[in-house]
């Protein structure tokens, strides 16, 4: 089955950047929907950008213009890049995936996803 591990979290300053990875493992040739998710203890799991295998991308607004997401086919991992990081952007970061395409709600809908990594915190100060 499809297992992601998540890792590049850290602890960062202020208008820092930071690239996040998402190995995944076991995938097979197909539709999917790969993005990244944010949750603090006892908020909502919120949606950060996500890509379909249509190469389509959505990024949320409070991170747009300051944050890509891209995937590298080849080996099969999910990067997010993360620039002029703000305090806001504190938050422990899960990667999804589902096996179609995203659709429009996909971003902001954890449930559309079946497979999740275990989270690697990310800390701006």
């Known amino acids: 089955d499809v297992q992601l591990v998540e890792s590049g979290g850290g602890s960062v300053q202020a208008g820092g950047s930071l690239r996040l990875s998402c190995a995944a493992s076991?995938?097979?040739?197909?539709?999917?929907?790969m993005g990244w998710f944010r949750q603090d203890p006892g908020k909502e799991r919120d949606g950060v950008a996500v890509i379909s295998s249509d190469r389509r991308t959505r990024y949320a607004d409070s991170v747009k213009g300051r944050i890509t997401l891209s995937k590298d086919n080849a080996t099969a991992t999910l990067y997010l890049q993360m620039d002029s990081l703000k305090p806001e952007d504190s938050s422990m970061y899960y990667c999804a995936a589902a096996r179609d395409d995203c659709r429009a709600a996909s971003w902001s809908d954890p449930g559309y996803f079946g497979y999740w990594g275990q989270g690697t915190q990310v800390t701006v100060s």
């Open positions: 076991g995938w097979t040739s197909g539709r999917y929907c």
